[in-house]
C-alpha cells in the first residue's frame, strides 16, 4: 500500500510492480502528481549542492545517473543540458573552487568556467555574470509525464490506483499498521509506504508519535512562453550574500522550449497555500532578471507556487518506521527529490526487503509508455496518423497543437485523466500562451462525452472545482 | 460545437470539406471577417482559385459569437448581428466562388509560401502561389499580467465567456467581478447580467473607460452595473472554485492606494484585458510588420484583419481585410515582389502605427494609429528625422479609439522622400483636456 502519488510514489509503484505482490496506491487529488511533482522545475540536478555524506547527496547523484536510460525506456522527454552556478560578484569568485570541491566529494564532475568559455557555453548570460561552475550532467525532464509514464507501467502490471482517496489514520496492532481508514473506506495492507510529501509527517503521525515534522517552504515560479530568450542550460546563482531563505532557484529551459524562472523560497504555515504572492513573483524576477537581462522583454504566460517538503535536518528520510515494523516513510522529499526519484524508488524496494517484504518477480511485466502525442511525432508520422484516425485532424489546443485524439488518449489511460487539469498535465492543452482560454471549453466538451456527463459536471481539478453552473435560460 | 444556438445559422457554404489538393492561387488562413473579405476581394480583382481554411467548422471567426447588434454600420449602412454580418460575408465570398475548407488548422507556415493544414482529409502540405494569414486576436490573460494569488476555476477571459454563454449555451458561474471595461469585457458583463449571473462590477485600472462610451451606457448604466475606475483586482481567492477577489484603487502608475483594498465575493473573474494578435504562424519567420497592401517580410505572404493591428470596428477589419485579397491576387497573377523602401515607426505620443512599412510600389496608404494623446484638435505628423513631411488635424482622439489617416498620392510621394519616418502626436488644446498618456 503506497500512500501518495506524486513522483516518488509513482516511482516505487513502478518498482514493485515488477513483482508478483497486489500493489495499490492511494492519493487525495483527482490526479497524479498534484503535489510538489506538479509545481517544479523540472531540473535533474546533477548533485553538486547537497551536502557531501548526506542521502540526498547519494540519491541525487545516483538518479541523476539513471536518469536517461529510465527516460528513454518510458517514452519520456529528457535533455542533458548541463547546468551553471553562476557568480556575479567577483569578490565571491572564491565560491567557484569551494563548490567545485563539494561536486567532487559527491562524485560529480564539475569544472570553473569563466570569460569566452563562460558565453560560450550560454550566450544568453547578461554582462553581471563573472565565472560559473559547469555541471554538465544536469538535464530536463517533464515531471509530469514522467510520473504518467511511471503510473501507467505501474498500472499495466496490475498496481491499483485509488484516486480521490484520502488517508484518514491507520488501523494499528501489535506493533504493526493492519490497514489504513481512508474518505472512501477501510483498506488492509500487509506493507505501508509512506510518500505523503508536505503531509507525510501527518501520516507518519497517525501510526504513532511523530518521528519528524514537515515545514512547507513555499517557492515561486514564472512561466515564459516560447520564443524569448534562448537560455540553453540551466542556470543557477552561487552568493553568500542577500537573503538567506532566497537561495537556490534560477532559469531553466523546459522541455517543451518554456522557460522557467524561479523558485524563491519562503516559510508558510499552511500546507495548503500554494497562493502566489505578488511579493514573491517580484522577487524571484528582479534576482535572475540580473542573470539573462533579455527576461525583461520576454513574455510571462502564468505564474504558480509549489510547497517543498522540508524536515529540520533537510535530508531525505528514507527508513522505516520507529513504530510500526511494516511502516516505510519516504519523507522529506524536497529538491531534488525528482532527479533523485529513480534511486529512492530502489532505496525503498531495498528497506522493504530488509523489513521482510518478498515476492517473487512478475515475469510478464511490461513497460507501457504514454501514447506519443501528435505534436511529438515526425512530419510522415503525422500524415498517418492524420488519415487513419479523424479525431488527429481537429487541433483541440491551438498553442501546444493537441487534437482530439490526444485527449480522448488521456481520458482512457489505464489511469485516466478525469478532469480539465489531468488532461493537462498529460497533454498539454492549456498550458501555451492563451493558457487554455480556447481549449477549455472544447476539451471540457470532450470530459463530458467520454464520460457521458454535462457539461457542468466537469470539474478543473475534481471536488468542488466546478466550472460552469449550468445552461443559460434559453 | 457547431450549432449557433444564439443567433440564425451560418449559410451553408459551397464547397466545405472539398478534397485539400491542387493548385491554388490564394490562400486565406482565418475565415473571420479580415479572411472572409480578402477572399471574395481576390475573386474579384481575378485570382483563379481561392481557398479560406479555417480551424472552425463554421465561419465567421470571433463574430458567431457576438450576437449584440452594430456590426457593419459602415459597410452596409445597417447594424447588424455578429452572426449576420458573418452570414453576409461568408455568403458574398460563396458567391463569387471562394472554396471554404472548414475544420481545418493551419500548422505551419514557410517559405514558398507553403502550408501544413491539418483537418478534412487529413495533414497535407499545400503550395499557393500566395497566402493570406487572417487569425485574428487572442486575449491577454490573467497569466500574461501574472495576476497573484491562488488558480482556481472560474477565472475566464471575457471571448471565452461569451462564447460559452453564446455558442455553447453554458453560464459561466453566478457571481462575477469584471477586471477591464474594454468592449468586450463591457458586452459580456451585460450578457451574464441578463443571464441570471450577478456583475458585481467592472473594475478599470486607467481612470477612463476602455470601451466605447455607447457600450458603458448600454451595457453598464441601463442595468445598474457599477464601473470602478481607477480600480483593479490584485489577488485571486479560492482553492477550488473562486470564492472571491480583493479590489483596490491604484494610483496613475498602477500601484496600489494604501488602505483601499477591498475583498468581494464572488465565483466568477471575468478577465477582459485586452486583444493581441495572433502571429502563432508567422512566428521565428518574419514579425507582424506588413507595407501599405499588408505585404509581410516574407514573400507572398500578406496579413490583415486584426492579426495585423487591433482595430476597433468589424468595418475597419473588412476594408484591410480586401487590401490583402485585391494585392494577393496580384502577386498571385505573377506581379513581382517589391522592396521595402520605407520603414513607418511610432514616435512620440503615437503608440503604435500600421503599416509599418511602405513599398516601392505605394502610390496611396492608409494608416492606422492608435495615440498616446487625448484632447481637441490635435496635430499628427509624419516626420522624416528633422523634418515635418505631412501633417493632419484631427478634431477629437482618445487613446482607446484608433484613427485612420489617409495619404494620397500627393502626400505619399512626399512620405517616400525618407528612409525612415515617424508618426507624432501633439497633445491637444490644454484647455480643452489634453494631455499626454504614458503607459
Ligand atoms: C517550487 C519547487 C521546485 C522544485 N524544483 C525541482 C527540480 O527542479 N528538480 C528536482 O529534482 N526537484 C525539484 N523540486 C522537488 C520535487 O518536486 C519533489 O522532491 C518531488 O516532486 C517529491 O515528490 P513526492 O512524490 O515525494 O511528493 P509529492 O509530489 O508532493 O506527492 C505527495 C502526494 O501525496 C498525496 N497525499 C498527501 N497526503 C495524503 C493523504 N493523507 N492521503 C492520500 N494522499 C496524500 C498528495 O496529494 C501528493 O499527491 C521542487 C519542488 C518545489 C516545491
Ligand atoms: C473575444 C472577442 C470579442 C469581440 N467582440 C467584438 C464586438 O463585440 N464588436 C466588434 O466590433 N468587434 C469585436 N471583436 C473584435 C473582432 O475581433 C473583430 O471585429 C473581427 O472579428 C476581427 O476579424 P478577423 O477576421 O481579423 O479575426 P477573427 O474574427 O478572430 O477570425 C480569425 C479566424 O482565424 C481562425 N484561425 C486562427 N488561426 C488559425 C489557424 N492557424 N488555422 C486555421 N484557422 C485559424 C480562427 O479560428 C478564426 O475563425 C471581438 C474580438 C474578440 C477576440
Redesign the interface.
Known amino acids: 500500500m503506497i500512500i501518495g502519488a506524486g513522483v516518488v510514489g509513482c516511482a516505487i509503484a513502478r518498482e514493485l510492480s515488477r513483482y508478483q505482490a497486489k500493489v495499490c496506491v492511494l492519493e487525495r487529488e483527482s490526479d497524479l502528481g498534484c503535489g510538489q511533482t506538479g509545481a517544479n522545475n523540472g531540473v535533474v540536478h546533477p548533485g553538486i549542492d547537497p551536502p557531501p555524506g548526506t542521502l540526498k547527496a547519494r540519491l541525487n547523484v545516483a538518479g541523476n545517473a539513471a536518469f536517461p536510460r529510465l527516460c528513454r525506456e518510458l517514452g519520456v522527454p529528457f535533455r542533458r543540458t548541463g547546468l551553471l552556478a553562476v557568480v556575479t560578484d567577483p569578490e565571491e569568485a572564491m565560491l567557484l573552487p569551494l563548490s567545485k570541491l563539494r561536486a567532487e566529494a559527491n562524485g560529480v564532475k564539475a569544472e570553473v568556467v569563466e570569460g569566452e568559455d563562460l558565453r560560450r557555453l550560454e550566450p544568453a548570460l547578461g554582462p553581471g555574470a563573472y565565472g560559473a561552475l559547469w555541471a554538465p550532467d544536469a538535464g530536463i525532464t517533464c515531471p509530469f509525464r514522467l510520473t504518467q509514464a511511471l503510473a501507467r507501467t505501474a498500472a499495466r502490471n496490475g498496481v491499483v490506483f485509488e484516486l480521490e482517496t484520502e488517508v484518514a489514520g491507520m488501523l494499528v496492532g501489535r506493533g504493526r499498521v493492519r490497514g489504513v481508514r481512508t474518505t472512501r473506506g477501510d483498506y488492509l495492507a500487509r506493507w505501508v509506504v509512506n510518500c505523503a510529501g508536505v503531509d507525510a509527517d501527518l501520516v507518519a503521525g497517525m501510526a504513532g508519535p511523530p518521528e519528524f515534522t514537515i515545514h512547507p517552504r513555499k517557492g515561486e515560479i514564472v512561466v515564459f512562453d516560447r520564443g524569448g530568450p534562448a537560455v540553453g542550460r540551466v542556470l543557477g546563482v552561487l552568493s553568500l550574500k542577500g537573503d538567506p531563505h532566497s537561495k537556490g532557484g534560477g532559469i531553466n529551459p523546459a522541455v517543451d522550449g518554456n522557460l522557467l524562472v524561479g523558485p524563491g523560497a519562503r516559510e508558510v504555515a499552511d500546507r495548503r497555500d500554494t497562493a502566489v504572492s505578488a511579493d514573491g513573483i517580484r522577487k524571484v524576477l528582479d534576482k535572475f532578471t540580473r542573470l539573462v537581462p533579455a527576461l525583461a522583454r520576454a513574455t510571462p504566460i502564468a505564474a504558480f507556487a509549489g510547497l517543498r517538503a522540508a524536515t529540520y535536518r533537510e535530508d531525505f528520510i528514507v527508513r522505516p518506521s520507529a513504530h510500526m515494523d511494516n511502516l516505510l516513510h519516504v519523507a522529506g522529499i524536497q529538491s531534488p527529490g525528482l532527479a533523485a526519484s529513480p534511486a529512492i524508488a530502489a532505496m525503498a524496494l531495498g528497506q522493504l526487503a530488509d523489513m521482510g517484504f518478498s515476492a517473487p518477480s512478475r515475469p510478464d511485466a511490461v513497460v507501457a509508455p504514454p501514447p506519443r502525442l501528435f505534436r511529438e511525432l515526425d512530419p510522415a508520422e503525422q500524415t498517418q496518423a492524420a488519415a487513419a484516425d479523424p479525431g488527429h485532424r481537429r487541433v483541440v489546443c491551438r498553442c501546444e497543437t493537441v487534437t482530439e485524439s490526444d485527449v480522448v488518449a488521456a481520458l482512457r489511460d489505464p489511469v485516466p485523466a478525469t478532469t480539465l487539469e489531468a488532461v493537462k498535465r498529460r497533454t498539454r492543452a492549456g498550458m501555451g500562451r492563451c493558457q487554455g482560454a480556447f481549449c477549455g471549453p472544447r476539451v471540457a466538451t470532450l470530459i463530458a462525452r467520454e464520460r457521458g456527463i454535462p457539461l457542468w459536471e466537469v470539474t478543473r481539478a475534481g471536488p468542488g472545482s466546478w466550472l460552469y453552473a449550468g445552461p443559460t435560460r434559453r | ?1 457547431g450549432g449557433h ?1 444564439g443567433g440564425p445559422g451560418i449559410v451553408a457554404v459551397r464547397g466545405a470539406h472539398a478534397t485539400m489538393s491542387g493548385e491554388v492561387d490564394v490562400c486565406v488562413v482565418g475565415s473571420g471577417p479580415a479572411g472572409l473579405a480578402a477572399a471574395a476581394a481576390a475573386r474579384r480583382a481575378g485570382a483563379g482559385r481561392v481557398v479560406v481554411v479555417d ?1 472552425e467548422t463554421s465561419p465567421g471567426g470571433i463574430l458567431p459569437q457576438c450576437i449584440h447588434d452594430g456590426f457593419g454600420l459602415e459597410e452596409f449602412g445597417e447594424a447588424f448581428t455578429g452572426p449576420e454580418y458573418a452570414e453576409r460575408a461568408a455568403g458574398d465570398a460563396a458567391c463569387v466562388g471562394v472554396e471554404f475548407w472548414q ?1 481545418t ?1 493551419a ?1 505551419a507556415l514557410g517559405p514558398g509560401p507553403e502550408l ?1 493544414l ?7 502540405v499545400l503550395r499557393p502561389r500566395t497566402v493570406v494569414v487572417a487569425t485574428g486576436c ?2 491577454r ?4 499580467i ?1 495576476l ?7 477565472v ?2 471575457a ?2 465567456a461569451q ?3 453564446n455558442v ?7 457571481r462575477a467581478v469584471v477586471m477591464g471595461s474594454g468592449d468586450v469585457g463591457l458586452i459580456v458583463a451585460r450578457r451574464l447580467h441578463l ?3 450577478e456583475v458585481e462590477g467592472v473594475y478599470e485600472i486607467l481612470t477612463r473607460p476602455g470601451g466605447l462610451v455607447r457600450n458603458v451606457v448600454q451595457c453598464l448604466h441601463d442595468h445598474g452595473i457599477p464601473l470602478h475606475l481607477g480600480h483593479t483586482v ?2 485571486v ?1 479560492g ?3 473562486l470564492e472571491g477577489v480583493t479590489v483596490a484603487a491604484v494610483d496613475a502608475d498602477g500601484r496600489v492606494r494604501q488602505g483601499t483594498r477591498r475583498r468581494v465575493p464572488c ?1 466568477t473573474l471575468i478577465t477582459s484585458l485586452g486583444l493581441i494578435p495572433e502571429l ?1 504562424i508567422l ?2 519567420l518574419t514579425d507582424g510588420t506588413v507595407d501599405e497592401s499588408m505585404r509581410t517580410g516574407l514573400e507572398r505572404v500578406f496579413l490583415c484583419g486584426n492579426a495585423a493591428f487591433v482595430h476597433d470596428t468589424v468595418d475597419c477589419v473588412t476594408a484591410c481585410g480586401r487590401l490583402a485579397g485585391r494585392a494577393a491576387a496580384r502577386h498571385a497573377a505573377g506581379l513581382r515582389w517589391p522592396r521595402r523602401v520605407a520603414r513607418v515607426e511610432a514616435g512620440e505620443g503615437v503608440r503604435q502605427v500600421v503599416p509599418g512599412a511602405l513599398s516601392e510600389l505605394a502610390e496611396a496608404a492608409r494608416f492606422h494609429l492608435r495615440l498616446d494623446v487625448e484632447g481637441f484638435d490635435v496635430e499628427v505628423q509624419a516626420r522624416a528625422r528633422d523634418r515635418p513631411l505631412a501633417r493632419w488635424r484631427l478634431r477629437a482622439v482618445s487613446p482607446t479609439q484608433a484613427v485612420a489617416l489617409t495619404a494620397g498620392p500627393a502626400r505619399l510621394e512626399r512620405l517616400r522622400q525618407d528612409r525612415t519616418l515617424a508618426f507624432v502626436a501633439r497633445p491637444g488644446k490644454e484647455e480643452a483636456g489634453g494631455r499626454i498618456h504614458r503607459r
Open positions: 460545437m444556438p480551424r475544420g488548422t500548422l501544413v491539418v483537418g478534412g482529409s487529413g495533414r497535407q487572442r486575449e490573460t490573467r497569466g500574461n501574472l497573484p494569488g491562488t488558480r482556481p476555476a472560474g475566464f477571459t471571448g471565452t462564447r460559452l454563454i455553447m449555451g453554458v453560464l459561466p458561474g453566478r443571464e441570471g449571473c490584485v489577488e481567492h482553492d477550488r472554485r465565483d502563432e512566428r521565428g
